[in-house]
C-alpha cells in the first residue's frame, strides 16, 4: 500500500513540473524558433538538391564533347608516335633488288639504281621489294593515313597512294588485289594488296615498288624505316638550311622540291644519250677509217 502511495506522488511531481515548465514564458517562442529554422533548413536543402540533379545531365553532355574532342587528338598523337614499317609482314625474307638512286651516291651505285625503259635509263625514285625465293606476299601500309589513289595501271602495275601528316605520302606500285579505294583510311600494318609485276620494269619480275615522298620530293625509304615519323621534321629543317644557303649566295632554284625527280632522270637520260652518241661517232669513225683503208689498198693495187 505504502508503494502504490509513494508511486503516485512521484507521478504527482513530474505532471506539476511539467506543468510549471510549459508556464515559462520562453518556452513556446522557442520552440516556435526551432520548428522554423528546421523547415527552412528542409527548404533549403531539397532547393539544393533538385538545382544538382538539374545540372547533372549539361555536365555529361559536356563530358562527351569533350571525349569526342580528345578522340580526335588522339588520332593525332598515335600518327606521330609510328614508326615507318617496311611494307611487307616477313621482312627477314625479302631483299631490296633495286635500290633509290642517290644523286650522290658513286657511280657505280648510281648505275645499279637505274631502271632499263626500253632504250632508256631511268633513275630509281624508291626501292624495288621482292621475296628471296620469287614468290608473292602481302604488301601491308608502312604507315596510317588516307587512300588517295587506288587505280589500274598496266604500265606501273597497279598504283596505290596514302597521304599522311605534314606532307608525307607514301606510294604502292606494282601491286594486283588492291584491297583499298580511293577515301579509304588504313591503319599501319592493314593489308593493301599483292605484289605483282609491271611493264615498266620487268627484270623484276614478281616485286613492290615502294616509294616515299615529302611535299613531292623523293626520299630514300631504306634511311626512314624503323625511323619515328618525327624524323621527316628534319627533311624540313634541312631543306630550309639549304635555302638559306642559297639565297645568301645568290644562287637560285626554280621549284626543286616539285622538279627534283623529273631533274635527275633528265640528267640521266641526257649521259645515256650522250654515251649513245659516242658509241656512233665511233662507230662511223671506224666505218670512214675502214673504207679509206680499203680505197687506199685499191690504189695500191692499181
Known amino acids: ?5 509513494m508511486k503516485m506522488r512521484e507521478e504527482e511531481k513530474k505532471r506539476s513540473s511539467l506543468k510549471n515548465f510549459f508556464r515559462k514564458r520562453w518556452v513556446f517562442p522557442a520552440i516556435y ?46 600518327q606521330s608516335l609510328e614508326n615507318v614499317s617496311v611494307p611487307v609482314k616477313n621482312e627477314e625474307k625479302v631483299e631490296y633488288i633495286t635500290q633509290f638512286f642517290d644523286a650522290d651516291a658513286a657511280a657505280e651505285e648510281q648505275e645499279a639504281a637505274l631502271i632499263v625503259d626500253g632504250n632508256k635509263y631511268r633513275p630509281n625514285m624508291g626501292v624495288d621489294i ?8 602481302e604488301v601491308i601500309a608502312s604507315l596510317s593515313g588516307k587512300v588517295t589513289a587506288a587505280r589500274n595501271d598496266s604500265l606501273l602495275g597497279n598504283v596505290i597512294e596514302v597521304e599522311h601528316e605534314n606532307g608525307v605520302k607514301t606510294i604502292y606500285q606494282s601491286v594486283k588485289d588492291m584491297q583499298v579505294k580511293s577515301g579509304d583510311t588504313v591503319k599501319q600494318g592493314q593489308k593493301l594488296a599483292t605484289s605483282g609485276t609491271s611493264q615498266f620494269n620487268k627484270e623484276a619480275k614478281n ?12 626520299l630514300n625509304p631504306l634511311d626512314f624505316f ?4 618525327t624524323a621527316f621534321e628534319k627533311v624540313d629543317n634541312e631543306t630550309a638550311d639549304t635555302d638559306k644557303q642559297e639565297d645568301a649566295s645568290g644562287e637560285t632554284e626554280q621549284n626543286p622540291a616539285a ?3 623529273n631533274q635527275q632522270e633528265t640528267e ?34 692499181e
Do not use: C
Open 259 to 261: 622538279g627534283e625527280s
Open 33 to 78: 524558433l526551432a520548428s522554423a529554422a528546421l523547415l527552412i533548413s528542409t527548404i533549403f536543402w531539397y532547393q539544393t538538391a533538385g538545382k544538382n540533379t538539374a545540372d547533372k545531365p549539361n555536365l555529361t553532355e559536356e563530358s562527351k564533347e569533350l571525349t569526342g574532342m580528345n578522340d580526335d587528338t588522339v588520332v593525332e598523337v598515335n
Open 226 to 229: 624503323g625511323q619515328p615519323f
Open 268 to 301: 640521266v637520260e641526257k649521259d645515256v644519250q650522250s654515251e649513245e652518241t659516242d658509241a656512233e661517232k665511233d662507230n662511223q669513225s671506224q666505218e670512214t677509217d675502214t673504207d679509206e683503208d680499203g680505197q687506199s689498198s685499191q690504189m695500191t693495187d
Open 130 to 137: 621482292a621475296m628471296k625465293d620469287g614468290s608473292e606476299f
Open 1 to 5: 500500500m505504502m508503494a502504490e502511495v
Open 207 to 218: 616485286h613492290l615498288h615502294f616509294e616515299i615522298r615529302k611535299d613531292n620530293t623523293a
